[in-house]
């Protein structure tokens, strides 16, 4: 058991910067270090900082030429699930700390809903890069927008079952 608390919030940012670091953060070397094996796998296979690169200077019609779609794919699943792992199990040495001596603690899962969202919103825009005319600017604002909806129907849905 953990003999300090952690911060969810600086577990998630940490995963945000690079999926693995909020888990290395929890002491989760080996999950940490799958993470960041998978991230740079698929950030390599996927030409995703070439094309982020070209989006950035305008260059949106090459941005498109170099991004492997199919492995691109995969990036905001790993990016998703490193950010909310991270901060579920920050979530969950706090409840293990506060409760010493209960084998089982009580479990929630945090922001479900919004992982769910920017997964799909990502994935969509990734696969939709004609909207906004970059793969990069189509994942992260249309994966925004689903993180905002997933999180939004996962309170409603809470709101609903906390009646009953």
Same mark, same amino acid.
């Given at each position: ?100 001596? $209960?084998?089982?603690? *009580? ?9 769910? @969202? !920017? %997964?799909? &919103?990502? #994935? $969509?825009?990734?696969? *939709? ?9 189509? @994942? !992260? %604002?249309? &994966?925004? #927008? ?19």
């Amino acid at each position: 058991m953990k003999t300090s608390y952690r911060s969810p919030w600086s577990a998630l940012l940490w995963s945000f910067v690079l999926p693995g670091f909020g888990q290395f953060y929890n002491g989760q070397f080996f999950l940490g270090f799958v993470l960041m094996a998978l991230e740079v796998i698929i950030n390599t296979y996927s030409g995703l900082n070439l094309a982020i690169y070209h989006t950035f200077r305008g260059e949106l019609h090459q941005a498109h030429q170099v991004v492997h779609y199919n492995w691109g794919l995969f990036y905001p699943s790993i990016w998703g699930y490193g950010m909310w792992q991270a901060y579920n199990q920050s979530a969950l040495i706090n409840d293990q700390l506060r409760v010493k001596g $209960i084998h089982e603690p *009580f479990k929630k899962a945090y922001f479900t809903g919004m992982l769910f @969202g !920017l %997964v799909a &919103g990502m #994935v $969509i825009g990734l696969f *939709f890069s004609f909207i906004l005319h970059s793969p990069v600017y189509s @994942g !992260l %604002v249309i &994966g925004v #927008v689903g993180a905002i909806i997933g999180h939004l129907l996962e309170k409603f849905i809470y709101k609903i079952i906390s009646r009953h």
